[in-house]
């Protein structure tokens, strides 16, 4: 099985950026617990992240035929950005979207994923655990398919 996780803006920021929301593992953090839950899980994963919109859109698309789950934090994006939301349908490969923080609780701008509206399960506020959550979930389903 292959695994796409795709990061939006500042994620790579993580450790860095507001650690009272984000906390305080790093980025190179979030990498090495995906590549152990890569080789605990058996599957393949690629990681990408990117700080802008259309390089998001263009990796969704290049997904088609290669991958078969997509883990997404779109970041600042899921709240604005239908493009994102719009290549998420066109593809329609599964989908799950993650949140370090928890959004639900923040401030209202926050409210509205676009990019939710296309995912299977949306997972927030567990951190970078949350990604590892997402691959296992990704993994069930394609299993019961
Ligand atoms: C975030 C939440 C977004 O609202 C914010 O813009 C981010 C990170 C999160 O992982 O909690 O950059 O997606």
């Known amino acids: 099985m292959k695994i796409l996780v795709l990061n939006g ?3 790579n920021m993580l450790g860095v950026r507001e650690p009272g929301i984000y906390g305080k593992e790093s980025f190179s953090d ?3 617990l995906l590549e152990r839950t ?3 899980e058996n599957v ?3 990681q990408f992240q990117s700080n802008h919109e259309g390089v998001l859109v263009d ?3 290049e997904a088609y035929g290669a991958f078969d789950g997509i883990v997404i ?3 600042a994006y899921t709240h604005t ?3 994102i939301l719009d290549a998420l349908k066109a593809v329609g490969i599964p989908a799950v979207e993650v949140h370090i923080s928890d959004v639900s609780k923040r401030e209202a701008f926050r409210q ?3 990019a939710g509206m296309a995912c299977k399960k949306t997972i927030m506020g567990k951190g970078i655990a949350g990604y590892r959550e997402a691959i296992l979930y990704l993994k069930e389903i394609c299993n019961e398919q």
């Open 9 to 11: 803006p500042n994620i």
């Open 30 to 32: 979030l990498l090495a």
């Open 38 to 40: 890569a080789k605990e």
């Open 44 to 46: 393949e994963i690629t």
């Open 59 to 61: 990796k969704i698309q």
């Open 73 to 75: 934090n779109p970041a």
């Open 81 to 83: 950005s239908i493009a």
């Open 112 to 114: 509205v994923s676009y």
